[in-house]
DNA sequence: AAAGATTGAATCTTCAATCTTT
DNA sequence: AAAGATTGAAGATTCAATCTTT
């Protein structure tokens, strides 16, 4: 089952916590200060974006974003506030909501992308030998989605997102 | 300087975001779900703990858990309301307040630790090839403190709590 | 003036209850 | 009843302003 928790494992665990606090707050500060939009909401765009039809359900979304429900329509309260998105209720299931992206939120996400790239690069990227950045995917990966092997509840989303 | 953003470190970047989000969000669950405290109210506890006298100043508490002064006011204050530790104003300099850890405080720890490492375990080390835990470590230790600065005290203030 | 800390207002997120549609 | 979404209330975090001490 599972190995026990060494020394170094808890070393890597304090490491890994600092280095998503301190990579993810200085982007944010960026972002913040060179006109860009948060790390959130750009991830929702982004979704939005890569979707057929410029719409995702805000389930969908929910999973996406790794929210709770409600948080999932608070914050599309907010782009749509802006005017980055709009809500949509087409379809045959009149239960479903619909985000679409707009153009605002399209003009967004190209302003934003220039910062959060070299931000990405400066505060992240730049710090990892290029021979290494696959090995950390794949290890990482296996801790965003474990396979199968969990004692106890079978998530259904796979996302951990109680409700 | 710093080398152009590759696909490879953009989806290393991803897959790191979701790996975090998705271990926390599980710990957190499994802590609250067995009486433990949440992960920063433990990481505030357990720093006093290690601190000489138990004792540590909220500015350096501040430091330590990397949220804002005014963040950190706020959490000593739920923590002592809970009696888990309290505000001492000793010493020469009178504007500093230290928080002092109680024995509620330090039976709280105890309580959670067995928790808490069991969700580092399953849902973070258990992931990880043993070999490749201290190439983690390496490599992200570089992103949590990059200009050369030692890791286990981040008395560095460019940590990116703006104020 | 500068450093440490606190407070009020605003923002963000979650929880529990509710509403609508299937 | 179940699924998708929303809302009010509560909790957590930050910003800006303020207070005290150096």
Redesign the interface.
């Given at each position: 089952m599972?190995?026990?928790?060494?020394e170094?494992?808890?070393?890597?665990?304090r490491?890994?916590?600092?280095?998503?606090?301190?990579?993810?707050?200085?982007i944010e500060?960026e972002l913040a200060r060179e006109g860009g939009i948060p790390l959130v909401d750009y991830d929702v765009l982004v979704a939005l974006e890569h979707a057929p039809g410029r719409r995702l359900q805000l389930r969908d979304l929910q999973r996406r974003v790794?929210l709770t429900r409600s948080g999932i329509t608070r914050l599309v309260d907010r782009l749509e506030a802006q005017g980055l998105l709009r809500r949509e209720r087409l379809g045959e299931d009149r239960r479903a909501v619909h985000a679409v992206l707009t153009d605002e939120g399209l003009a967004a996400i190209r302003r934003t992308w220039p910062v959060y790239?070299?931000g990405?690069?400066?505060?992240?990227?730049?710090?990892?030998?290029?021979e290494?950045?696959?090995?950390?995917?794949a290890?990482?990966?296996?801790?965003?989605?474990?396979s199968g092997t969990?004692?106890g509840t079978p998530r259904e989303a796979g996302?951990?997102?109680?409700e």
């Amino acid at each position: 089952m599972d190995r026990e928790l060494r020394e170094a494992d808890l070393e890597a665990w304090r490491t890994f916590l600092v280095a998503h606090a301190t990579a993810v707050r200085r982007i944010e500060e960026e972002l913040a200060r060179e006109g860009g939009i948060p790390l959130v909401d750009y991830d929702v765009l982004v979704a939005l974006e890569h979707a057929p039809g410029r719409r995702l359900q805000l389930r969908d979304l929910q999973r996406r974003v790794l929210l709770t429900r409600s948080g999932i329509t608070r914050l599309v309260d907010r782009l749509e506030a802006q005017g980055l998105l709009r809500r949509e209720r087409l379809g045959e299931d009149r239960r479903a909501v619909h985000a679409v992206l707009t153009d605002e939120g399209l003009a967004a996400i190209r302003r934003t992308w220039p910062v959060y790239a070299r931000g990405i690069s400066e505060h992240f990227a730049h710090h990892l030998s290029p021979e290494q950045v696959p090995v950390l995917t794949a290890e990482l990966g296996r801790v965003a989605s474990p396979s199968g092997t969990e004692a106890g509840t079978p998530r259904e989303a796979g996302c951990g997102a109680q409700e």
